[in-house]
């Protein structure tokens, strides 16, 4: 952990409250702005960047020291928003490339791969977010501050970290000429040599996916 790091885990709580909430705000607000689909060629790229913004938060939370709640009982803070929305939204943009595989917990031996959706783990990080963002709108610092720390170790963070992997390597895929496995207007009983294929596969890629996703031309 670097020098900087421990710093700004020292920092007076103030103000780390603000930097963090300053912070989630600004990936809400953003992540809402590209799931109208206004700017769909630049929708991934956008995602990567807001994504790994987050968990530079999120590690900032894991390295400070446990926050504790001023109040025993969490205070309710009403029904919480609807996302399905949201994520139905992401659902369309993100089609081609919404599905992925992950490993739930990398410590575990022999864990088994299994699908989750980009879609879906957005509307889940907001979620949490959102609820700890009602506490802190409410002047309930310290436990906007826990429940964020909290859920940033035991959901939002794991699945964050697990949207970032699909999404770079989607950008890697397309940016280092790595078609995926599966495209379902590949020719694969043609004649052709692997090399033609792998230009085929290359340039379907680009059609279907790049260009959509915003990662043309880069």
Known sequence: MSDATLHDAKRDPDDFAVSVADSIESFIVAVAEV????EPDSAVPFLLLEVSQLLLTGGRLGAHEDFLPDERYEPDV??????????????????PVDVYSEVFDPYVPRSAP???????????????????????????????????QFSYLSNWGPTASASLRALQSLVAHV???QPL??????DTDSAATEEQLAEE???VMEAEIAGPLGLRGA
Do not use: K, N, Q
Not at 35 to 38: A, E, I, N, P, Y
């Open 181 to 186: 496995d599966e495209l379902g207007d590949l």
């Open 78 to 95: 009403g029904p919480e928003p609807d996302v399905d929305e949201l994520r139905e939204r992401f659902a369309r943009l993100l089609d």
């Open 35 to 38: 799931s109208r689909g206004d």
């Open 114 to 148: 299994v699908a989750c959706r980009i879609s879906d783990d957005l509307a889940d990080i907001i979620t949490d977010l959102r609820h700890g963002m009602a506490h802190y709108r409410d002047g309930r610092v310290s436990e906007a501050l826990w429940w964020w």
């Open 201 to 203: 596969a290359g340039r």
């Open 175 to 177: 940016r280092l000429d």
